[in-house]
């Protein structure tokens, strides 16, 4: 009897502890504890969807460059820097790690915009061949290309918003706190440099015939 008066019962024990728990989590939460995951998966989703508008950028290369092959042959040098420049952003190693290790990132960030550049040098050089301008294949994947170059624009805008909202709640008051001793794993994920306006291809009006 003894015994028993002397320990309570380990559900009583742990009552106090609930209660208290119950009791401090609105405050927690007020205090930000959610922030920073919640951050991190919004970052981690724009991520996605930037490599998933650069890959169906990829896949309309082919048959855009053999589209233009069957009229500018002899445009050997552009065809093959478009083809080349593909190669290399694609084989960039990229995963859902890769904004938070800066090289990588940046091995990324340069492939796509080679592949930007090699893509604009080819469709000025379209310009010459009014008998490409006008076949309705290429101007599907002319279309299909403008589309996809306006997709990612919004992608890249998406990303480097939520990268700016978590990279800051990793350095401001008071979610640095749950980041120093709560979330000590949390990284600051890298970002585009590149302006927009060097990423954009030109504006070519592939409706109207030389």
């Known amino acids: ?13 742990l009552l106090p502890a609930f209660l208290l728990l119950l009791f401090t ?3 927690l939460s007020g205090c930000g504890i959610n922030t920073i995951p919640t951050q991190e998966e919004k970052a981690k989703a724009a991520w996605s969807e930037v490599l998933n508008q650069y890959q169906r950028r990829a896949d309309l290369i082919p048959n855009l460059v053999e589209t233009v092959k069957g009229y500018a042959s002899q445009e050997k040098d552009v065809l093959t820097s478009v083809v080349e420049a593909r190669a290399k952003a694609t084989q960039t190693q990229v995963n859902v790690n890769t904004p938070t290790n800066p090289e990588q990132f940046k091995a990324f960030q340069e492939g796509q915009a080679g592949l930007t550049g090699a893509l604009s040098r080819l469709l000025a050089v379209v310009e010459a061949y009014p008998d490409l301008k006008s076949n309705q294949n290429f101007l599907a ?13 919004v992608a890249r805008r998406d990303y480097i918003e939520a990268v700016r909202l978590y990279n800051t709640s990793l350095r401001t008051f008071p979610t640095v706190l749950w980041a120093k001793y709560w979330y000590t794993d949390a990284k600051p994920f890298e970002n585009f440099t590149i302006s927009e306006d060097k990423m954009e291809l030109p504006k070519v009006d592939f409706g109207k015939k030389s």
Request: hydrophobic share 40%.
């Open 141 to 153: 994947l002319q279309a299909q290309l403008e589309g996809t170059e306006n997709r990612i624009a």
């Open 25 to 27: 989590l609105p405050f």
């Open 1 to 13: 009897m003894l015994t028993q008066r002397l320990n309570p019962p380990f559900g009583s024990r």
